[in-house]
């Protein structure tokens, strides 16, 4: 009797356990394709401030965002075969944005460093980027030297991004200024309340060919350790085959020419822009 009854118990046991082992199976299932398929819809969140990467434009009256990274989602999203809503957010929020589900993919002309990869994980990069300092018109002689020119100059800096670090890293004795949009750094440093803009090479180069008289790139040059130069698509980790559709799409536009494509008309847009 008390055996049966043990018995009774084990196999009510093994029967949760089985229910248990279930549930917890489906919920590591990676549906975040699916999940996009059903709602129609990839949410892309970036950072607006950053031309050629991402920036406003206004066509027939109404603002919109565009630049390479999002000429690059809208391929991901055809890929997925549903439309594309961007999100715009200032740059610091975007990897927590991420984590909170509040959008799918994340393109801001992010790299991948160390730290961000410890929350979220990145595709295939589809670009390489340098740092460099740009200052006023006439001003680029002036600072030859990363390491002791900016000594007690007010140097801009977008906050957590990479050029944080580099700058409080490589220019020595400088009045590190962080702030949350790049376009309130460059505009700071034309009305001279900065000295300086760590910014990357292709958005260093996009003000200085927009906006000729007013800029230009010191030639002190700063050093960009290998793993902060690879920009690229941050992803969930747990969005595993969503990261293989984005490489699948990267990987295809490397090959047929579209990346550089992209980026050219990019680059155009931005300089037609107001
Ligand atoms: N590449 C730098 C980083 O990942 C800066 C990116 C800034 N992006 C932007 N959309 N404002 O830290």
């Known amino acids: 009797m008390k055996k049966k009854k043990n018995l009774y118990i084990l196999v009510a046991f093994m029967a949760l356990f089985c229910v248990v082992l279930t549930a917890c199976g489906k919920k590591d299932a990676d549906n975040s394709v ?7 819809t990839l949410v892309v969140g970036t950072s607006a401030d950053y031309a050629p990467f991402e920036f406003p434009v206004v ?20 890929q997925l075969g549903v439309k594309l809503k961007i999100v715009n957010t200032e740059f610091p929020s975007l990897v927590s944005e991420l984590k909170n589900n509040k959008v799918d993919i994340v393109m801001a002309g992010m790299v991948s460093t160390k730290e961000r990869k410890k929350a979220v994980a ?9 740092n460099q300092v740009l200052v006023r018109k006439g001003e680029g002689n002036k600072f030859q030297d990363a390491a002791t020119d900016f ?12 050029q944080e670090k580099i700058a409080k890293e490589q220019m020595k004795g400088s009045n590190v ?25 292709t958005v260093a180069a996009t003000y200085v060919k927009k ?13 960009t350790p290998k793993d902060i130069q ?23 536009e490397e090959k047929n020419g579209g ?15 107001n």
């Open 211 to 223: 906006f000729p008289e007013q800029y230009e790139i010191a030639k002190a040059k700063l050093n």
């Open 59 to 78: 066509q027939n009256g109404q603002k919109k965002i565009t630049g390479y990274d999002m000429l690059l989602a809208n391929k991901i999203a055809d």
């Open 259 to 273: 990346l550089k494509q992209m980026l050219q008309k990019a680059q155009q847009l931005q300089l037609e822009s």
């Open 34 to 40: 699916q999940k996009i398929k059903d709602k129609k």
């Open 151 to 162: 000594k007690n100059k007010a140097v801009g800096v977008q906050q957590t991004t990479t």
């Open 177 to 201: 200024v962080s702030e949350g949009k790049v376009t309130s750094l460059t505009t700071e440093l034309r009305t001279n309340k900065l000295d300086a803009v760590v910014l990357e090479n």
């Open 122 to 130: 990145f595709s295939k990069s589809y670009f390489n980027v340098q």
């Open 230 to 252: 690879n920009i690229n698509v941050a992803t969930r980790k747990s969005d595993k085959k969503l990261t293989a559709e984005i490489n699948k799409v990267i990987n295809k």
